[in-house]
Every structure is written in C-alpha cells, then in structure tokens.
Nanobody, 120 residues
Framework: QVQLVESGGGLVQAGGSLRLSCAVS????????AGWYRQAPGKQRELVAQ???????IYADSVKGRFTISRDNADNTVYLQMNSLKPEDTAVYYC??????????????WGQGTQVTVSS
C-alpha cells in the first residue's frame, strides 16, 4: 500500500521557520498534483498551498509571502517551507497528493499529519 510519509513538524517560536516534507513511500508511484492542508483544534481543515503537475502554485491568503511549496520529482517529494511563523499557524499539517500508479491510474492520498506548534 503506497503511503505519503510526512516529516518536519515541531515546536518553534514565532518568527521562526520549519520545512515540512512529504515523500511517496513507493517509487513506482509518481506525483501529479499535491498540496498541504492544515487543521487547527475546533476548526475545519483548510488548504494551505498546492502545486500542480507543471509546477503552478496556489496559496491561501494567510500564508502568501511566508510559505513556499515545492516539489522534487526525482525524489518524489513535496516540501512546504514555512517562514515568519505565527501562533495562528499552529495546526496539524496534512499532505495530500494525486498519485499515478504504474498502470497510469491516478488516485488521491492523504498523509498521516504532522503537528506544527508556534509559540508566542
């Protein structure tokens, strides 16, 4: 079973930086589009950033200018660089991706989530 494996979360002070990684567990699957979502306690899951197959990016207004999504097709990994972090960025961050299997079939997958906590 292919999985999205996330890493890079943790505790950081306001103004600090973190980089999240999302790696595909099986190299025979490739990433089409991918995105990062987050869910804070008591709130709905929201889109943070997306990157398309051709590298076009979309960001939530709340993170524009601070977060950068990128992809490394050779390593089958998607990253989220988070700078100038604020306490309101505290949430569980989830990777989501459309993965193409060796037959060409595309399915959507979620990672297990990684906690990001920003202290004031």
């Amino acid at each position: 079973q292919v999985q999205l494996v996330e890493s890079g979360g943790g505790l950081v002070q306001a103004g600090g930086s973190l980089r999240l990684s999302c790696a595909v567990s099986w190299s025979m699957f490739s990433i089409n589009a991918a995105g990062w979502y987050r869910q804070a306690p008591g709130k709905q899951r929201e889109l943070v950033a997306q990157v398309t197959f051709i590298g076009r990016t979309i960001y939530a207004d709340s993170v524009k200018g601070r977060f950068t999504i990128s992809r490394d097709n050779a390593d089958n990994t998607v990253y989220l660089q988070m700078n100038s972090l604020k306490p309101e960025d505290t949430a569980v961050y989830y990777c989501n991706a459309d993965l193409r299997d060796p037959t060409g079939l595309v399915n959507n997958y979620w990672g297990q989530g990684t906690q990001v906590t920003v202290s004031s």
